[in-house]
T-cell receptor
Framework: GAVVSQHPSWVICKSGTSVKIECRSL??????MFWYRQFPKQSLMLMAT?????????EQGVEKDKFLINHASLTLSTLTVTSAHPEDSSFYIC???????????????FGEGSRLTVL | AQSVSQHNHHVILSEAASLELGCNYS??????LFWYVQYPGQHLQLLLK??????LVKGIKGFEAEFIKSKFSFNLRKPSVQWSDTAEYFC???????????FGKGTRLHILP
C-alpha cells in the first residue's frame, strides 16, 4: 500500500518557538493531504485540507495563522505550529489519498504521527 | 451538527467472543463509509470501506460491516475476536460532495487472553 511518512516523530520545544512537521508521500503523488490532531483518548479532529499549489482549507475553529500549512509539491506538505504554547501539545497526524491511475479509491493513508510537547 | 457517533467508548471481551461496534452518522445523501484501526504504537490503517453495492462489506482480518441506510448505521462485526484485535477502532465518513473524512471518537477494544 501507499506509504506516508511524517517527521519528526516527536518533538519537544519551548513555549513561544515554532515547530515544523513534514508529511511526505513516499511512493505516490498526493494533490491533497489532510492534517488531523488527536487528543489523548479522543478522536482525530480534522484541522485542515492541504492542497498542492494553493492555500489550505481550514476547519472552523482552527487558527490558520497559528497552524501554517504549505503544500509546495505533490509529495510534501508541512505544518508549522507558530509561537507554540503548552495547549498546542498534541499528536498531529497527516494523511493523503492515492489516486490510482486517476481513480479515486477513497482510502486515506496515514503517517505515523508527530507528538508535540510544548514546555 | 452533522457528526459520526460511536456508541461504545471502551469494550472488553474475552477471546472467541463475538464483536459488534456501533457507528451512526447524521449526514444525508450518499456517503462513503470507513472503519479504521489503530493497533498500539502503530498508525491508522484501513479495515474496510463502503462506497456502493452490497451493503455487507468484508474487510481484512475477518472483519465485516453492514451499511443500513435507513438507520444511518455502519456497524462493525467480527464473529470471533482474537487477542491481537486489541486496538482502537474508528468509524469515518466521507460526506457527500466533500473531500474530507470525518472520524468518530473511536472505540478502544481490549481482548482478554
Amino acid at each position: 500500500g501507499a506509504v506516508v511518512s511524517q517527521h519528526p516523530s516527536w518533538v519537544i520545544c519551548k513555549s513561544g518557538t515554532s515547530v515544523k512537521i513534514e508529511c511526505r508521500s513516499l511512493d505516490f503523488q498526493a494533490t491533497t493531504m489532510f492534517w488531523y490532531r488527536q487528543f489523548p483518548k479522543q478522536s482525530l479532529m480534522l484541522m485542515a485540507t492541504s492542497n498542492e499549489g494553493s492555500k489550505a482549507t481550514y476547519e472552523q475553529g482552527v487558527e490558520k495563522d497559528k497552524f501554517l500549512i504549505n503544500h509546495a509539491s505533490l509529495t510534501l506538505s508541512t505544518l508549522t505550529v507558530t509561537s507554540a504554547h503548552p495547549e498546542d501539545s498534541s499528536f498531529y497526524i497527516c494523511s493523503a489519498r492515492d489516486y490510482l491511475a486517476g481513480v479515486y479509491t477513497g482510502e486515506l493513508f496515514f503517517g505515523e504521527g508527530s507528538r508535540l510537547t510544548v514546555l | 451538527a452533522q457528526s459520526v457517533s460511536q456508541h461504545n467508548h471502551h469494550v472488553i471481551l474475552s477471546e472467541a467472543a463475538s464483536l459488534e461496534l456501533g457507528c451512526n452518522y447524521s449526514y444525508g445523501g450518499t456517503v462513503n463509509l470507513f472503519w479504521y484501526v489503530q493497533y498500539p504504537g502503530q498508525h491508522l490503517q484501513l479495515l474496510l470501506k463502503y462506497f456502493s453495492g452490497d451493503p455487507l462489506v468484508k474487510g481484512i482480518k475477518g472483519f465485516e460491516a453492514e451499511f443500513i441506510k435507513s438507520k444511518f448505521s455502519f456497524n462493525l462485526r467480527k464473529p470471533s475476536v482474537q487477542w491481537s484485535d486489541t486496538a482502537e477502532y474508528f468509524c469515518a465518513v466521507n460526506p457527500p460532495g466533500d473531500d474530507k473524512i470525518i472520524f468518530g471518537k473511536g472505540t478502544r477494544l481490549h481482548i482478554l487472553p
